[in-house]
């Protein structure tokens, strides 16, 4: 047995032995845990016990993520097996969504990228009735809702493997309450305390009107220690400026001087603030205006080089820091309306994303093309990127009231998406450096920019959607869905180099203008489709559901900023467009409870064509293109509910098979680069575990203990696909491993509460044995011994929060 094994075990017994008192209370009176039988979840569009849905969503309660200590996505994923994210902390990269469900994920575990999707995620993502993906503080929330599998026919494009909903609390009209929250906390490997404050707040104003606001700064210690840094001239850290010279005196050899190591590089800070105000006239009439702003910023990633220097955890030898600073505002209004036959629902909002960020591309251009920067000694190259994201969404739908024979949802949906991008990298001392070594006089200028450019698009959805479920009987009920669809993208992208371009042209004597690669070229695609979901749903006993679905669900497709023909005289016109992929999905499951105790089962299986995939063309040009496809297969179990009056737990378990079907082309340049089938996809675990143990124990009339402890398991991934083929001249020279494999992944978590009246103190531990936890990561082989990094999670984090709840 393994180490992991073992240690995944032995917590397990832990956890239970911290609930071992139990015998002694069990029979003493106490208010009964809630069953997750009990939890209503809205994921089908109307109200539903979690035990009565026809498909396997997991939903956590406000109380449960408050007892896990959990305050955003990254911890929460734990929770849950079968879902993995790539793991920056508070930094994500791009504000890009890198969640994966079912192993459906085709994009490398790369974080040194922060640059937009080129598709759309595969798991959609909402906040209420908004959908928007940012990595919001979850503070003041309901529940969260995880669907597992393709959500096409209600929640429309980027639903493949599934959606997550985010329900933040509604205001309360009938009390007044308040809550004050105070966090310390210090965490191994830093010298750089964390800490947290936040508040809540609930104003009846009226019978009819209600506000509820929170609100918070959290700042996160630092814990990566920077041993390479450079020293820039420059003092704006996402402008860094150039490096200053070792040695002065000698400009065409001297390298760039470096910096006295720095410690806990890698710290941050998130303010945030959200108000609802709710309006209820009548039991047939409500509207909530909601406004959520959220601003954070991290001056470096969560990553570590152990392979290269002293061999230590939690240390880099990076040039220089990738801070990013990012901001989101969110508005919106839900109205409900009783209309006598029907629910209907009017969900209107609007977001605006900001982020601006700083990453060294300086290894990879020194690994891979250092020859076209003629020997250049101080080869730092900062690129600086800044995205506006606006989104507006509108949907408009009505839901049977409950009770006949048929259950209807009809909707429609409109969502207009402009993203404004702009990146530019510059490598300063370059153009002198080049003039000085030919000695050209006059000098010529080449400048110092390597690249720029961006996107300006606009990406539009409109779509309508409906759902009929029949109740045959008393014990079936069958349901069929449908969602037309039709997409339309429209803008300009593209990356000029004209650093290349110019010294291109003098030293071959070429005449090229600094658009080499085609330039800022037009956007335009359309296109328009139909998904279908069939379901079937029967009770084998008042406690026992059955069900089988067939699902599907689809990403947009889109177009290609390249030129007809490249440079080198290649027919680019097949690449210009991408079309949209789609999945089928073919699950069966069972669910129902024991007593105290519910459960689920499910098996899975899901064909994913015209895969949509980052390529990279005959002149080294990347680009996205649609390859076969790939599949997923596997099984979810889940145990949860209440073992005595004082002792609950729930265990979750998932095995996912997901890999490529048909090899494809991945990279056209020479040497070609097969992917071939039966490559696992990228992030992709087989078996994932977790656990969890709460214990409520009265030490007296006004004095309670909680005790909580959760435990999760991923076994090995990787960053990308396996099974490479290097073909040189039509023959296949070398089969290799050109991906990062990393290694499973067990964090163990544990709480102890004491509550006195509406005070409570809570000491924490969060991964308790430091698992570095890598799930990304920067290979040696593209970015060189000094510069690979490996992603980490926090390492263990000991602290106390304390909370004070008035009101009622």
Same mark, same amino acid.
């Given at each position: 047995?393994?180490?992991?094994?073992?240690?995944?075990?032995?917590?397990?017994?832990?956890?239970?032995?911290?609930?071992?008192?139990?015998?002694?209370?069990?029979?003493?009176?106490?208010? @009964?845990?809630?069953?997750?039988?009990?939890?209503?979840?809205?994921?089908?569009?109307?109200?539903?016990?979690?035990? !009565?849905?026809?498909?396997?969503? $997991?939903?956590?309660?406000?109380?449960?993520?408050?007892?896990?200590?959990?305050?955003?996505?990254?911890?929460?994923?734990?929770?849950?097996?079968?879902?993995?994210?790539?793991?920056?902390?508070?930094?994500?990269?791009?504000?890009?969504?890198?969640?994966?469900?079912?192993?459906?994920?085709?994009?490398?575990?790369?974080?040194?990228?922060?640059?937009?999707?080129?598709?759309?995620?595969?798991?959609?993502?909402?906040?209420?009735?908004?959908?928007?993906?940012?990595?919001?503080?979850?503070?003041?929330?309901?529940?969260?809702?995880?669907?597992?599998?393709? @959500?096409?026919?209600?929640?429309?494009?980027?639903?493949?493997?599934?959606?997550?909903?985010?329900?933040? &609390?509604?205001?309360?009209?009938?009390?007044?309450?308040? !809550?004050?929250?105070?966090?310390?906390?210090?965490?191994?490997?830093?010298?750089?305390?964390?800490?947290?404050?936040?508040?809540?707040?609930?104003?009846?104003?009226?019978?009819?009107?209600?506000?509820?606001?929170? /609100?918070? +700064?959290?700042?996160?210690? /630092?814990?990566?220690?920077?041993?390479?840094?450079?020293?820039?001239?420059?003092?704006?850290?996402?402008?860094?400026?150039?490096?200053?010279?070792?040695?002065?005196?000698?400009?065409?050899?001297?390298?760039?001087?470096?910096?006295?190591?720095?410690?806990?590089?890698?710290?941050?800070?998130?303010?945030?603030?959200?108000?609802?105000?709710?309006? !209820?006239?009548?039991?047939?009439?409500?509207?909530?205006?909601? +406004?959520?702003? @959220?601003?954070?910023?991290?001056?470096?990633?969560?990553?570590?080089?152990?392979?290269?220097?002293?061999?230590?955890?939690?240390?880099?030898?990076?040039?220089?820091?990738?801070?990013?600073?990012?901001?989101?505002?969110?508005?919106?209004?839900?109205?409900?309306?009783?209309?006598?036959?029907?629910?209907?629902?009017?969900?209107?909002?609007?977001?605006?994303?900001?982020? &601006?960020?700083?990453?060294?591309?300086?290894?990879?251009?020194?690994?891979?093309?250092?020859?076209?920067?003629?020997?250049?000694?101080?080869?730092?190259?900062?690129?600086?990127?800044?995205?506006?994201?606006?989104?507006?969404?509108?949907?408009?739908?009505?839901?049977?009231?409950?009770?006949?024979?048929?259950?209807?949802?009809?909707?429609?949906?409109?969502?207009?998406?402009?993203?404004?991008?702009?990146?530019?990298?510059?490598?300063?001392?370059?153009?002198?450096?080049?003039?000085?070594?030919?000695?050209?006089?006059?000098?010529?200028?080449?400048?110092?920019?390597?690249?720029?450019?961006?996107?300006?698009?606009?990406?539009?959805? /409109?779509?309508?959607?409906?759902?009929?479920?029949?109740?045959?009987?008393? *014990?079936?009920?069958?349901?069929?869905?449908?969602?037309?669809?039709?997409?339309?993208?429209?803008?300009?992208?593209?990356?000029?180099?004209?650093?290349?371009?110019?010294?291109?042209?003098?030293?071959?004597?070429?005449?090229?203008?600094?658009?080499?690669?085609?330039?800022?070229?037009?956007?335009?695609? *359309?296109?328009?489709?139909?998904?279908?979901?069939?379901?079937?749903?029967?009770?084998?006993?008042?406690?026992?559901?059955?069900?089988?679905?067939?699902?599907?669900?689809?990403?947009?497709?889109?177009?290609?900023?390249?030129?007809?023909?490249?440079?080198?005289?290649?027919?680019?016109?097949?690449?210009?467009?991408?079309?949209?992929? &789609?999945?089928?999905?073919?699950?069966?499951?069972?669910?129902?409870?024991?007593?105290?105790?519910?459960?689920?089962?499910?098996?899975?299986?899901?064909?994913?064509?015209?895969?949509?995939?980052?390529?990279?063309?005959?002149?080294?040009?990347?680009?996205?293109?649609?390859?076969?496809?790939?599949?997923?297969?596997?099984?979810?179990?889940?145990?949860?509910?209440?073992?005595?009056?004082?002792?609950?737990?729930?265990?979750?378990?998932?095995?996912?098979?997901?890999?490529?079907? *048909? $090899?494809?082309?991945?990279?056209?340049?020479?040497?070609?680069?097969?992917?071939?089938?039966?490559?696992?996809?990228?992030?992709?675990?087989?078996?994932?575990?977790?656990? $969890?143990?709460?214990?409520?124990?009265?030490?007296?009339?006004?004095?309670?203990?909680?005790?909580?402890?959760?435990?999760?398991?991923?076994?090995?991934?990787?960053?990308?696909?396996?099974?490479?083929?290097?073909?040189?001249?039509?023959?296949?020279?070398?089969?290799?491993?050109?991906?990062?494999?990393?290694?499973?992944?067990?964090?163990?978590?544990?709480?102890?509460?004491?509550?006195? @009246?509406?005070?409570?103190?809570?000491?924490?531990?969060?991964?308790?044995? $430091? !698992?570095?936890?890598?799930?990304?990561?920067?290979?040696?082989?593209?970015?060189?011994? *000094?510069?690979?990094?490996?992603?980490?999670?926090?390492?263990?984090?000991?602290?106390?929060?304390?909370?004070?709840?008035?009101?009622?």
């Amino acid at each position: 047995m393994g180490c992991k094994s073992k240690l995944l075990i032995s917590s397990a017994i832990i956890l239970v032995g911290l609930a071992a008192p139990g015998a002694a209370w069990a029979d003493e009176a106490a208010p @009964q845990p809630a069953n997750t039988d009990e939890i209503v979840v809205t994921a089908g569009r109307r109200a539903q016990s979690l035990s !009565e849905v026809p498909s396997n969503i $997991s939903a956590v309660t406000g109380d449960m993520l408050e007892n896990a200590g959990v305050t955003d996505v990254n911890s929460f994923t734990r929770l849950i097996p079968g879902v993995v994210m790539l793991d920056e902390g508070p930094r994500a990269s791009g504000n890009r969504n890198t969640l994966i469900i079912r192993g459906l994920n085709a994009n490398a575990m790369n974080p040194n990228d922060d640059n937009p999707s080129n598709t759309q995620e595969a798991v959609s993502t909402y906040f209420g009735e908004t959908p928007v993906f940012f990595p919001l503080k979850l503070i003041d929330i309901d529940r969260i809702e995880l669907l597992r599998g393709p @959500q096409g026919t209600l929640y429309g494009s980027g639903s493949v493997g599934g959606t997550m909903r985010i329900i933040p &609390k509604a205001p309360d009209l009938s009390h007044f309450s308040a !809550e004050v929250n105070a966090e310390g906390s210090l965490t191994a490997h830093s010298g750089d305390p964390s800490y947290d404050l936040s508040a809540v707040l609930n104003v009846p104003i009226a019978s009819t009107l209600g506000l509820r606001m929170s /609100g918070g +700064y959290q700042h996160l210690g /630092g814990f990566i220690d920077a041993l390479g840094l450079v020293q820039m001239d420059g003092t704006d850290k996402f402008h860094p400026g150039a490096p200053v010279l070792a040695d002065p005196a000698n400009p065409l050899t001297s390298p760039a001087a470096t910096k006295a190591p720095e410690k806990d590089v890698n710290d941050g800070y998130t303010a945030y603030f959200r108000a609802a105000m709710l309006f !209820e006239p009548t039991d047939g009439f409500n509207a909530t205006l909601r +406004y959520t702003f @959220q601003h954070t910023l991290v001056n470096d990633r969560y990553e570590e080089n152990p392979y290269y220097g002293t061999g230590e955890h939690y240390v880099h030898y990076k040039d220089n820091l990738d801070p990013q600073e990012s901001d989101i505002h969110i508005g919106s209004l839900d109205v409900n309306v009783d209309v006598g036959f029907a629910q209907m629902t009017s969900a209107t909002s609007y977001s605006q994303a900001h982020a &601006k960020s700083s990453s060294d591309s300086s290894p990879f251009l020194r690994v891979n093309i250092p020859q076209y920067y003629f020997g250049f000694p101080r080869l730092i190259a900062p690129i600086y990127r800044e995205q506006t994201r606006k989104v507006f969404t509108q949907e408009l739908r009505l839901v049977s009231k409950p009770g006949g024979a048929f259950d209807w949802i009809v909707g429609a949906y409109y969502n207009r998406n402009h993203l404004d991008f702009s990146m530019d990298q510059r490598m300063p001392g370059l153009s002198d450096y080049v003039n000085a070594l030919y000695g050209l006089n006059p000098p010529l200028d080449f400048g110092d920019v390597l690249a720029y450019g961006g996107q300006d698009k606009v990406t539009q959805e /409109g779509a309508l959607y409906g759902e009929l479920t029949w109740h045959a009987t008393d *014990k079936l009920s069958l349901t069929g869905g449908i969602r037309g669809f039709k997409l339309k993208t429209t803008g300009t992208s593209g990356i000029p180099l004209p650093f290349a371009s110019r010294t291109t042209s003098w030293y071959y004597g070429i005449p090229l203008d600094e658009f080499l690669l085609g330039g800022i070229e037009p956007l335009s695609y *359309k296109d328009s489709g139909v998904i279908f979901r069939a379901n079937a749903a029967y009770d084998l006993t008042p406690n026992t559901l059955l069900y089988a679905t067939f699902a599907q669900g689809y990403r947009g497709g889109g177009s290609n900023a390249l030129p007809l023909t490249d440079p080198a005289g290649n027919d680019n016109s097949q690449l210009l467009q991408y079309d949209p992929d &789609k999945v089928n999905s073919y699950e069966v499951g069972l669910k129902g409870d024991l007593g105290r105790l519910s459960y689920s089962a499910t098996g899975f299986w899901i064909d994913w064509s015209n895969m949509q995939q980052q390529l990279v063309s005959q002149l080294g040009v990347s680009y996205v293109g649609n390859v076969p496809g790939a599949r997923s297969r596997g099984i979810e179990l889940s145990l949860a509910g209440s073992i005595t009056d004082r002792l609950s737990m729930a265990l979750g378990y998932s095995y996912t098979d997901a890999e490529v079907t *048909k $090899s494809f082309l991945l990279n056209a340049s020479l040497p070609e680069t097969l992917i071939a089938p039966g490559s696992p996809l990228p992030g992709s675990s087989k078996h994932m575990a977790t656990a $969890s143990v709460d214990y409520d124990a009265p030490l007296s009339d006004e004095l309670g203990l909680k005790l909580h402890g959760d435990i999760s398991y991923r076994s090995p991934s990787q960053s990308t696909f396996a099974d490479i083929d290097i073909i040189v001249g039509g023959v296949d020279t070398f089969t290799g491993d050109n991906f990062i494999r990393f290694g499973s992944a067990t964090v163990l978590n544990l709480s102890a509460t004491l509550d006195f @009246q509406s005070y409570s103190l809570t000491l924490f531990a969060n991964n308790i044995t $430091s !698992e570095l936890g890598t799930n990304s990561g920067n290979a040696e082989e593209y970015y060189g011994a *000094k510069s690979q990094t490996y992603g980490v999670l926090r390492p263990r984090t000991i602290g106390l929060r304390a909370n004070f709840k008035f009101g009622n």
